[in-house]
């Protein structure tokens, strides 16, 4: 069974600092990975997808990284800033039992970045 | 392009009613999920469709009902709402093995 997993549940930074969210996933057969972005009371907003067969993806000051053999995937957030408080979700796109695909998500971290 | 929409945004149940939680994608997307997102759980799947007319158990089904008649409508039932129902639920779709795009999900409370 798949189980995603975040590390550090909760992270406080001054701004401007980069920053990195670890993620990690027990059953590397995995599809793709995606990276969401939720603010409080709010839905999730996609961030980022790699496929596997790709190592890392960037947009803007975001850069995802893939590490399918060891399980691990990282968000790296350069100059961050307080727009960037918000919980950061990984999900990987994992087979379920019944032939179809579903994402697996980990509990998030909770960024705090202070001005 | 309206994305992902679910409807009603918020409700309050009392133990024991029933109710239906409403997804449509304008993405013309073959999978849709079912999520619900309880403080310290994370996220887990309720229910997913990969095609019109089909539906399958995810990792916390008990209590929930599912249809896909329309590929672009998937419905949520719950017969006998129960206080452990109260949750945030949101729902997904996507092309197969591609990004995910959700709504803004529901809030519910089973009083």
């Known amino acids: 069974k798949q189980e995603v997993t975040q590390i550090p549940a909760a992270l406080s930074v001054p701004e401007g600092e980069n920053l990195v969210l670890n993620c990690s996933f027990t059953?590397?057969?995995?599809?793709?990975l995606q990276w969401f972005r939720q603010d409080p009371g709010k839905g999730l907003t996609s961030l980022l997808l790699i496929q596997s067969s790709q190592r890392e993806q960037t947009s803007g000051r975001l850069n995802a990284s893939l590490d399918k053999s060891s399980g691990r995937s990282t968000l790296y957030i350069a100059a961050s800033q307080p727009g960037d408080s918000a919980t950061y979700l990984c999900a990987a796109l994992t087979s379920t039992n019944q032939a179809g695909t579903a994402l697996i998500f980990g509990k998030g971290t909770t960024l705090s970045v202070s001005s | 392009n309206a994305g992902v929409t679910q409807t009603p945004k918020f409700r309050v149940l009392k133990t024991g009613q029933s109710m239906t939680l409403l997804c449509a994608q304008d993405?013309?997307?073959?999978?849709m999920y079912w999520y619900r997102q309880d403080p310290g759980m994370g996220l887990r799947l309720i229910h997913y469709?990969?095609?019109?007319?089909?539906?399958a158990k995810g990792e916390v089904p008990d209590g929930y009902n599912v249809s896909r008649l329309k590929k672009q409508n998937f419905l949520l039932g719950l017969e006998s709402a129960a206080p452990s129902q109260t949750s945030v639920y949101f729902c997904a779709s996507s092309f197969f093995r591609t990004e995910a795009f959700f709504g803004q999900g529901t809030r519910l409370t089973v009083v």
């Open positions: 993405m013309n997307h073959e999978y």
């Open positions: 059953d590397s057969a995995i599809y793709n």
């Open positions: 469709s990969v095609g019109e007319g089909t539906t």
